[in-house]
């Protein structure tokens, strides 16, 4: 059905943004590279040629006018889905011309800022590619050409947003949404143990400020410190022993 | 669409944040691997992140390199932190810069303040939306209620912001876990810098957004009356001109523009239109009258000695400054309704009448000393000459017939004594009254009171009494824990509203009690104590 499409097509959309935002964060830092340059500008054109293709849909289902109102409801959630996405990722091509001509990568001397980032992007980019993995064919001058490239991708954008806020009559304001506050929180039962650690070790909050955790902590002292009088009577008696 | 699109002309530029671009130029020095601040390896429960910076050699860095002592070195490294181009590792909410072995690092261009994009809502949505599923629900106190506010402002989207956080979520766990928790801290870190939990200073709060962009070029004026051009078409031409140049020549686009230098946005266009106001401006600054630079700074010199010791800025206030340490002690004592006003206060008083009638406690004291001495007319005439001058325009001609009628009038019963001359134009233009009517007449009597009145009020009991009865409060010294403690017990103080009814009260009774003193009354009561 054509609102499935739509769905496939804007998850799509989704997680391209999401990927070309981690990957213009990593812009300008240590984890800087040419492969970033590439990485941007692949994720950026299959962004492009998604949004074209759920345009092209979303428009022609909001025409028709001779579907139902709930269907129209659906379609214009849809749209303003689209838009904000759209959105995001004009902004963030735009933050990506900018930083990209403050740390141009040919120059004898790179001042690229040590973050601490050291690790490389591919991963993410495969992500936003759908691909096992990334090649990478780019020349070594990609990074001036690519922002030519991307000066005139951001005008094409530019005029794409307006023309489809002249053409498109949706009011993005009387759209409800259909998830409810803490939404994200249902669907993500497996958190895994990675982001178990990542916890751990990001929560430095100074004590008086979480009054919760005081209880937690307590008991957690409490199992070290019979852990390690265990040990210590174990070895104690070994010692003893042998 | 949102109004946060580029296609509405609200106002959304911020001017104060242009020095941004220059603390770019010192961060990107400071971040380098030879001569910048030496990083060492954090070491976390797994995985070692390297480029952590101690806070003592960032202090020490700066005070080296741009040849500052350490208190100031240490105040810019505390901009630099506010800022958010260094977040602190440990205390994250604490955004100061400590002289000591706390950690310190970089944070990615991506999330340095710019003095174009704001930090929109929706991102903060979405990033509250991904910290609610790492940290499974319980986000601190003011980010729930952040969250909930932003649920219900942006409803329409919020189908968007839950779906952008699940997969911005998923694309982070995708990187190395080093990586991860670096940009969890850097980002945690930028939020803390532009949506900073309450009761907090912020380095963002930078006053009102402007309409026009302040870092454009003036494209000229005259060339776009001659063609007809628009500023946009023509800056568009320039570029053409100067891309067609660079052809020519092979230059790059920005060779000659090393980036320290871009910073400063301070190449102008000379164009006729620019020669045209620098003459302009000459003419009118040879045509101003001129004191010699002798009597004005001397003038200067005596202003300065006389009020150093009265400005917050230069000498600590007593008993301490209630924006550096919470605690409003020294407005409770500062009030202009006070009983007993400070020593300081007191002292100002007796620096020159203009300051003595500014201050209205001490206005209030001097009114005293003039009610002693039966001549109050003077000080009553020019109040009233006051409030005509700052008063509303529909109740200026009542006024006016009203203080002719007291004070001006042949036999009035405050009968203000000037010379003839003022007099009489004074009551010439009462005929028909504006604002600077009495404006004469008042410079007369200041300049009477001030000459006559009141250095004889600076000798009085009055005075005096005042100056011995005048409290001097010890200054107050408080640990860190104190400063604590008093910024989150700040309440709101006294409402304005309240204060301007009570001022109205007092002037109700004071012009009640200063009618014309019945002399009869007077002598009466006089006689009855006998």
Known sequence: MGRDECKTM????????????????????????????????????????????????????????TISKDDRAEYERLWVLFTSSMELLEVDMKRSLEIGQDFPLKVPTRHLIQTGMTGSTTTVAARAMSVQNMKYEADASIDTLDLKDLETEIAQVDQMMEEMEMKVQVAPWAVEAKQEAGAELKSTVSVGNSSVGVISICEEEPKETVEGENGTMKIFVGIIFTAVLLIAGILGYLVINL | ????????????????????????????????????????????????????????????????????DNDEAGSFGTMLVAYGYIYPLQDHKKLVLKADNSLYRFQTPYFWPVQKWKAEDMDYAIYLAKRNIRKKGSLDAYEQEEYNKLHKWLNNKWDFIVMQAKEQYHAGKARVKADRVVFDCQERAFWIVNRPPRNTHSAMDYGMDRHVDPNIEEVTDSIQCLYYVSAGLLSHLQLVQNSVARVQDGSQNRDHITPILASFHWLPKKTVDYYRRINIYTQQAIMRSRVKSSVSLGAMVKYMTTFNNHDPLLVPCLPSNPWQTDDDTYWVLNTPDVEVPTKMRVERWSFSFYELLNDPRGRADFKIFLKKEFSGENLAFWEAAEELKWGAAASMSEKASQIFKTFLAPGAPRWINIDGRTMGLTVKGLEHPHRDVLDAAQTHIFMLMKKDTFYRYLKSPVYKDIQKKALSPAPHNFSDAQLEQNMRNRRPSLSPIITYQKEQEEKAKAAAAAGPVDIKKLMANKLDRK
């Open chain 1, 10 to 65: 804007l998850d799509a959309l989704n997680k391209v943004t999401a990927c070309y935002r981690h990957l213009v964060t990593a812009l300008g830092s240590t984890s800087d590279s040419q492969n970033l340059r590439e990485e941007l500008k692949k994720t950026r054109k299959k962004a492009q040629e998604l949004a074209v293709a759920n345009r092209t849909k979303l428009t022609a289902l909001l025409k028709d006018k």
């Open chain 2, 1 to 68: 669409m949102t109004i946060r699109s580029d296609r509405d002309h609200g106002q959304r530029y911020r001017p104060r944040m242009s020095c941004l671009k220059k603390v770019e130029a010192i961060v990107v020095q400071m971040q380098d691997p030879s001569t910048g601040v030496k990083g060492s390896d954090q070491k976390l429960n797994v995985t070692t992140i390297p480029n952590a910076i101690a806070g003592q050699d960032i202090v020490a860095w700066i005070a080296k390199h741009m040849s500052m």
